[in-house]
């Protein structure tokens, strides 16, 4: 290799002499200390990641995980199994505490801190580690699953906390700079960079999609982290990952956009949970070939397929073959927008509904109601009687509708305990509960006398529908 690597350095001093100047004949070379016209470089980030760091915070969170195992010895397809097993040795409850990391940043001087409903969920204790190195238990005031956000409280002594400013996401665009901080992989305070690759981007996350997508490199343990600007203000919380691999690592990240939290955060701070806007139709896009079907001559908007009986939609005049261009002001392209802007609506305000019908523009106005669906917040209010932890109410048209059951079967999930058995062995609020111990109920009242006769560690077996399946859930009676 060494007379190769010579013969190179000899062909390098050879075109310093006359050769040099024919060669550059080739080619033109911008003068030493000259730039383009009208162009600065850009300068070093670091004085405005040394001003916004200080607010980015560390979460962790501690998770008791309780489940059943089989022991050896004991067929675990034995009924007998289920019942008797704890007395004769055959299944046991093993209970394991998860650590997770994930990022949060402080949004005033009272001590509020925004994150992600995942960063928190299910946890038992919350502490937040601030980049001056101090420590604080956390409180979750709020959290909103369908949207993948939460407010937390910090506990004790707040005085004097770094602050972030929220900016205005709507007016980010894309191309854009911007910077991501957070904890990737439990590495405190990462920096990293990149731009606003798309906005409004449906990834199937939950029934709002609307993310920021960014190619500034996202990992595990940024969730919850900002987005920011390069005027420092925050435009987004790092929420998501789509990674080529499925294994969590660096691909194409979404970000919550600031603008639908700052819509959220009065409400989660006051209520805990979101109540949102409801129709009660059920709709999907317009496309080409129904409205040649529908006799319409609009290229967008939002189909009604159905509309519910008693709902604010019928009461109001809307008819199924309806088509949405316009809700309360706001033009609509899709049934996703449509399905964000009701959302978006205060339960009990009046709105204007442009529609098509039959080529015809109507206006119509509709009094918007509180969604069924959203429930009550996971708390320790539960039924009276219930011995497992779950509050429970009558199926409304709108969840039937989207979890899949018939009119008249089950029983909703309105709320379940966080310190009780059914939270436990994962039920949550919003499935419906369609048979206990391998009976059907179809009413609380019959949901409650069923579960009344669970004795103190016995198994209940719920059958429940989620998300257009069916399940079995064994739940130990408390």
Known sequence: MRPVILSLLCVVAT????????????WSERPAGTLPAGFTPPGSLAPLIKQLTPAVVNISTTQVVRRQVTMPGIDPRDPLNQFFGQYLGGRRTLEQRLHCLGSGF??????????????????????????????????????????????LQLQGDVKNLPVLYLGNSDKAEVGDWVIAIGNPFGLDHTVSHGIISAKERIIGAGPYDDFIQTDAPINPGNSGGPLF???????????????????????????????????????????????????????QDLTPELARSLNVTQTHGAVVN????????DKGGMKPGDVVVDFNGRHVDNFYELLRAVAGVKPGARVKVKVVRDVKPLSLSVLV???PDDGEPVSSDTSSGDRLGIKVEPVSPA?????????????AVAAVAA?????????????????????????PEAYVGAVSHAKAGELVLLRVQRQG???????RAG
Do not use: C
């Open 369 to 371: 109601a509180a969604r």
């Open 469 to 475: 399946s069916a399940l079995y859930i064994a739940v």
């Open 229 to 283: 600007n390069v005027h420092g203000e925050v435009v987004g919380v790092n929420t998501a990952i789509l990674s080529p691999n499925g294994k969590g690592s660096v691909g194409i990240g979404f970000a919550v956009p600031v603008n639908m939290v700052k819509d959220e955060l009065p409400t989660l701070e006051k209520n805990g949970h979101m109540v949102r806007g409801w129709l009660g139709v059920s709709i």
């Open 419 to 443: 310190d009780g058995p059914a939270y436990a062995a994962g039920v949550r609020p919003g499935d419906v509960i369609l048979e206990v111990n391998r009976h059907a109920v179809r009413s």
């Open 306 to 313: 159905d509309v519910f009986p008693g709902s604010p939609a």
């Open 106 to 151: 402080i949004i005033n001087d009272r001590g509020l801190v925004v994150t992600n409903n995942h960063v928190i969920d299910g946890a038992s204790k919350i502490t937040v580690k601030l980049a001056d190195g101090r420590e604080f238990d956390a409180k979750v005031l709020g959290s909103d699953p369908k949207v993948d956000v939460a407010l």
């Open 15 to 26: 075109l310093v002499g006359p050769a040099a100047a024919r060669a550059s004949q080739l």
């Open 399 to 411: 969840l039937a509708q989207r979890v899949g059951v018939k009119a008249g079967e089950g029983v």
